[in-house]
């Protein structure tokens, strides 16, 4: 709609200006016809154009230098459609503006007046034409272009919208067949991996020759690897849910960074790579506990995954009055552009520049679907310095926070209780 606004903009404007430039040349025309009627008393001559002058009002003046002092110049209206009067002071304001101007013809935007000069040697004659007669032909012309032009931006727009929902509709039931899919096949396949998983267990205790009992031993494995894509399956078939289903209360930031950190310090110094935190304290934010726990355990898990043998992962939460910044960041091989873009997509992982590593590439467009349900922000950044994840999210004062924490006055107490969410 926006386009086919722009199209009917485009062509009312050059319709406009094709007007207007009809118009000027109308009136322009009209000038040179009636200053070429060289009769004094202005009896018109044949051929002259009577629709413009019926719709333009002009007015012809011949204008003469006389010898007496008093006077020194004669003027005399010799005809047209526009009552002035010859002795007027309007007209030698009018005749002495024109003269000083150096063009022949040109504009009196000051009386709305178009003019043409002629010097005829012993007398000069000048013609007039109302330019405001113009601007009203231009709006009577546009005014009907306009009005049509609003109708049928109206009628296309009711046109597109019901187009819209008749594409749309088989789409969207499509896409909502796919995402039950999702949810009932990750459902079902929940039963048989843990009654494969059971029996796994079973027969690793047994006495088993020691084939067997590494074949064992890869069932257990692959099921293990399989349960873990299917309860991701499931995370990502509720995102779309996750706003409904999310708990939103006030807590502190800090405390579950510092938790998180403390999850995955050992894993992290099993891995080579010390995790180092400088977290700001009692950074309060409202959000889902549970969920910010497992963005959190994204954010690192990913970290330890694909930061560089030896070198430390950073943690660090920073606020001010307007929000919290978490940044996890790793060094290792920077991220190409390319690639730095498509991080989020789901299944999509950036393995010709971070290596071949565990995972299905869900794990973080879960975190960026967390960080949308609490209306923050998550990017990567990525250089030869290191790969940085940072999440933003809102904050609120702790004044505010106290203050909304704060027990109820008995008057409020005797009120109806809410429930902020």
């Not at 086919?4 to 050059?14: C, D, E, T, Y």
């Not at 012309?141 to 009711?158: E, G, K």
């Not at 006030?250 to 050992?266: T, W």
């Not at 679907?369 to 922000?377: L, V």
């Amino acid at each position: 709609m926006l386009l086919v606004m722009a199209v009917l903009l485009f062509v009312l404007a050059g319709i406009y200006t094709s007007t207007q430039v009809s118009v000027q040349r109308l009136s322009e025309t009209l000038l040179h016809q009636v200053i070429d009627d060289r009769s004094f008393y202005g009896s018109s001559r044949p051929g002259l154009d009577r629709g413009a002058m019926a719709l333009l009002p002009y007015f012809t003046v011949t204008a003469w230098e006389t010898a007496e002092e008093e006077e020194g110049l004669s003027v005399y209206v010799t005809g047209g459609t526009y009552e002035i009067d010859d002795d007027s002071e309007e007209l030698r304001t009018l005749l002495e503006e024109c003269m000083r101007l150096p063009e022949r013809s040109g504009m009196l935007k000051s009386h709305s007046l178009r003019y043409l000069r002629e010097d005829r040697g012993l007398y000069t004659r000048f013609a007039f034409v109302d330019t405001s007669m113009e601007q009203t032909l231009l709006r009577l012309i546009m005014v009907p272009y306009l009005f049509t032009a609003a109708i049928a931006l109206v009628v296309l727009l009711l046109i597109s919208l019901l187009l819209s929902y008749l594409v749309t509709r088989p789409v969207e039931k499509s896409w909502r067949q796919q995402r039950q899919f999702l949810s009932d096949a990750s459902h079902e396949l929940k039963t048989p991996l843990t009654v494969i998983l059971s029996n796994a267990e079973l027969l690793s205790r047994s006495a088993l020759p020691e084939k067997e009992t590494r074949w064992v031993g890869n069932i257990r494995s692959e099921s293990e690897s399989m349960r873990s894509l299917v309860e991701q399956m499931l995370t990502l078939a509720r995102a779309d849910n996750m706003v409904s289903t999310a708990v939103m209360e006030e807590l502190d930031l800090s405390e579950l960074a510092e938790e998180s950190v403390m999850a995955f310090e050992a894993l992290a110094f099993e891995a080579g790579k010390p995790l180092i935190d400088e977290i700001a304290p009692d950074v309060r934010v409202s959000g889902d506990g549970k969920q910010l726990r497992q963005l959190l355990a994204i954010l690192l898990d990913n970290a330890v995954k694909y930061g560089a043998d030896g070198r430390p992962i950073r943690l660090t939460l920073t606020a001010d009055e307007r929000a919290a910044r978490l940044t996890v960041a790793n060094q290792g091989t920077p991220i190409p552009p390319k690639q730095l873009k498509r991080l989020f997509e789901r299944f999509y992982r950036a393995d010709d520049s971070r290596g071949e590593k565990e995972g299905f590439g869900l794990g973080l467009p879960i975190a960026l679907t967390i960080a949308k349900t609490h209306k923050a922000a998550l990017k990567a950044e990525s250089d030869e310095r290191s790969t940085r994840f940072i999440f933003t999210i809102p904050r609120r004062s702790g004044a505010r926070a106290k203050k909304e924490s704060a027990p109820a006055s008995a008057s409020e107490q005797d009120e109806t209780p809410c429930t902020e969410t």
